[in-house]
């Protein structure tokens, strides 16, 4: 957040530079069960922002000195591939990647009924494959649907988007040159069910006035991105009926 910049991010219109109104998402594509190896797997698409999500578990929890006798822990490697970025990333993981991974993984202890496997681990591997701003966000919600997919009990999916402020304008979904020039970033997660917020975390500067519009905004979108993810499982479990009835 550098909030300096000659680049006009929004223009007198309101207008942003990809096109989009100050209360419009990027295109979302998510798709369900896209690898056979995994227990659950997801890829999602927002904007340019590529991201792949696996699930594996419950399983016996390694290192036993984790487990815990009354619930699952679960276990989140969120990590950006060194070439997602156009100026290459160093391989493996950093202080940025393990705060997201634990951040990660505290929102979907949050949906997960994990009291019912005791001394197990749930395993989530998010990879971004490529990268535009809101990839904590978009890892959130490609591993609930993951999770889903894996058949693993839940209180509820959880969509994830980011809100924030550029050119003095507050937006929803940022894109890379409004995170990187604007005011404010907000990643916000929910429960769609309950509207109970999973994620919550705040870069950069607002007002009141201006936080409370960019999380009404964040919850309108979550509940589109919610039945997004809906229908992408919808579609896998109806295609998979098919399938097995033709063999």
Do not use: W
């Not at 929004?10 to 594509?29: C, F, K, L, S």
């Not at 690898?35 to 696996?54: H, P």
């Not at 822990?73 to 705060?99: A, H, L, T, W």
């Not at 950069?204 to 809906?230: N, P, S, V, Y």
């Amino acid at each position: 957040m550098s909030g300096h910049t000659e680049m006009t991010l929004v223009n007198e219109d309101g207008v942003r530079i990809d096109g989009r109104t100050a209360d419009q998402h990027r295109p979302v594509h998510i798709e369900a069960g896209v690898l056979s190896n995994a227990d659950g797997s997801a890829y999602l698409e927002i904007g340019k922002n590529k991201v792949l999500a696996a699930v594996y578990g419950p399983r016996e929890c390694h290192p036993r000195h984790l487990q815990d006798p009354t619930k699952a822990i679960i276990q989140c490697k969120y990590n950006m591939q060194s070439f997602s970025v156009s100026d290459r990333k160093r391989p493996g993981p950093d202080r940025r990647s393990i705060e997201i991974s634990k951040i990660i993984a505290e929102a979907l202890e949050r949906v997960v009924l994990t009291e019912l496997y005791p001394r197990a681990s749930i395993d989530v591997y998010i990879e971004i494959l490529q990268a535009n701003a809101g990839t904590r966000c978009a890892g959130l919600t490609a591993a609930a649907v993951a999770l889903a997919d894996a058949g693993i009990p839940m209180r509820d999916l959880v969509p994830s988007i980011a809100v924030g402020k550029a050119d003095g304008h507050v937006l929803l979904d940022l894109n890379k040159e409004e995170d990187n020039y604007g005011e404010a970033d907000v990643p916000v997660g929910i429960m769609p069910s309950t509207d109970e917020i999973v994620l919550l975390q705040m870069d950069g500067d607002m007002t009141r006035e201006e936080f409370d519009t960019a999380i009404d905004m964040a919850f309108e979108a979550c509940h589109e991105l919610c039945d997004i993810q809906k229908a992408a499982l919808k579609k896998r479990y109806d295609t998979g009926a098919v399938r097995e009835g033709s063999e």
